[in-house]
């Protein structure tokens, strides 16, 4: 069964130091999601793509915060510094695009995560 | 704006009894809805979703879910739990109109003993 690869998946960093996380949808799907998940909480999206373009950021911290899709396939997400409250799981997922991708009511397929912690 | 209350942070059933999981919703248009399940360090799994129809919707591992318009609920089911079912629950809602994001709930904690 195809599945959502991330990595890596535990990331130990201090304070202001830059991390990266590599995210890879299944194969087909051309919606590719960012969440952050706080203990305790549920996810939030941080930044959606359809193939390569942005569909929506408007929660990703940008002074700190890029996402990329260069080729509307794997996508990776930076944090440049990171600071404590950043320590959470990060989620990614992915869906199928069909017309009227926003209006779809395809679920979302969520990859393992990468849990993040910033000392 | 969108919202889901998971008005439980756990909930405590004996194996063989049945569950009960709520959530209410807030959503501008029709509401779609979505139950995902997830294990510790685990990312989520889609569970089952109400788009339109009936409104009792079966989906994985014998859950189902009863979508109430006038309540604006969606609590999710199991007429048997077992061990195996203790996870963390969200629920989740996206409107039909314009481009809305899924928004989740806070989640809760399903705890079945044995």
């Known amino acids: 069964e195809a599945e959502v690869a991330q990595s890596p998946r535990y990331k130990i960093t201090e304070k202001s130091q830059a991390v990266a996380f590599w995210c890879d949808p299944i194969?087909?799907?051309?919606?590719l999601y960012w969440y952050r998940q706080i203990l305790g909480q549920g996810p939030e999206l941080l930044v959606q793509?359809?193939?390569?373009?942005?569909?929506?950021d408007s929660q990703l911290p940008k002074d700190r915060f890029s996402a990329e899709r260069l080729k509307g396939v794997d996508s990776t997400l930076k944090i440049q510094p990171a600071e404590l409250g950043d320590s959470a799981m990060y989620l990614c997922a992915s869906s199928l695009l069909v017309a009227g991708a926003w209006l779809a009511d395809n679920e979302q397929f969520f990859g393992p995560g990468t849990r993040l912690t910033v000392l | 704006a969108q919202s889901v209350a998971q008005p439980e942070d756990q909930v405590n059933v004996a194996e063989g009894n049945p569950l009960t999981v709520k959530c209410t919703y807030s959503?501008?248009?029709?509401?779609?809805l979505f139950w995902y399940v997830q294990y510790p360090n685990r990312g989520l799994q889609f569970l089952l979703k109400y788009i339109t129809g009936d409104n009792l919707v079966k989906g994985s591992y014998g859950f189902e879910a009863e979508f109430n318009k006038s309540q604006t609920s969606f609590h999710l089911k199991k007429p048997s739990a077992l061990v195996s079912d203790s996870a963390l629950y969200f629920c989740a809602v996206r409107g039909n109109t314009g481009f809305q994001k899924l928004v989740f709930g806070t989640g809760t904690r399903l705890l079945v003993s044995p």
């Open positions: 194969s087909g799907h051309a919606t």
């Open positions: 959503v501008s248009g029709n509401p779609y």
């Open positions: 793509f359809q193939d390569e373009s942005v569909v929506d």
